[in-house]
T-cell receptor, first 114, second 114 residues
């Protein structure tokens, strides 16, 4: 039972490089989310996908794009990485929108931008 | 939008003592309040949740209380053990457009000294 799987676990980029963070869930959940976690800031929502085929901006979307590839997969793309995007990124999923169900999180991608 | 404040940011207790973490929220329409535990190098994991039609919920050494009038909820851990040491996050889930989105507090680092 893998739950939510994130790849890669660690990545170092140079300023201006691009990369895509991958996330997949095997729980047949409708909703998926991308967060960033910075010291003392908690979890801040970047983008979410309430259901397959839809995506919406969260609190801190600037500099990021997302793709809901299918029901299982939700990717986060940094087109031109900046040092301010150094963070730990978490993907999460939950059962359905409009239903009070908890989120299930992956173990994160630790991203450093030099 | 929703705003969630969490206190304290750090809590240090002796093994066997009780620990209390408090959160306040701003949106009176919020109706679901989960608590997550995050161990070092891992993603957050749900430990207990409460819905707005309930005032208190217990699960062994963990309890959550909710005061909807005052818009605050608290996590209580009794008989703390060293393995309870972690970062704890509260969240409040409210409606944003057509979806229900959780807003997280900034986290409490709990340290249990043996």
């Amino acid at each position: 039972n893998a739950g939510v799987t994130q790849t890669p676990k660690f990545q170092v980029l140079k300023t201006g490089q691009s990369m895509t963070l991958q996330c997949a869930q095997d729980m047949n959940h409708n909703s998926m989310y991308w967060y960033r976690q910075d010291p003392g800031m908690g979890l801040r929502l970047i983008y979410y996908s309430a259901s397959e085929g839809t995506t919406d901006k969260g609190e801190v979307p600037n500099g990021y794009n997302v793709s809901r590839l299918n029901k299982r997969e939700f990717s986060l793309r940094l087109e031109s990485a900046a040092p301010s995007q150094t963070s730990v990124y978490f993907c999460a999923s939950s059962e359905a929108r409009g239903v009070n169900q908890p989120q299930h999180f992956g173990d994160g991608t630790r991203l450093s931008i030099l | 939008g929703e705003n969630v404040e969490q206190h304290p940011s750090t809590l240090s207790v002796q093994e066997g003592d009780s620990a209390v973490i408090k959160c306040t929220y701003s949106d009176s329409a919020s109706n679901y309040f989960p608590w997550y535990k995050q161990e070092l190098g891992k993603g957050p994991q749900l430990i207990i949740d409460i819905r707005s039609n309930v005032g208190e919920k217990k699960d062994q050494r963990i309890a959550v209380t909710l005061n909807k009038t005052a818009k605050h909820f608290s996590l209580h851990i009794t008989e703390t053990q060293p393995e309870d040491s972690a970062v704890y996050f509260c969240a409040a889930r409210s409606r944003a457009g057509g979806s229900y989105i959780p807003t997280f507090g900034r986290g409490t680092s709990l340290i249990v000294h043996p």
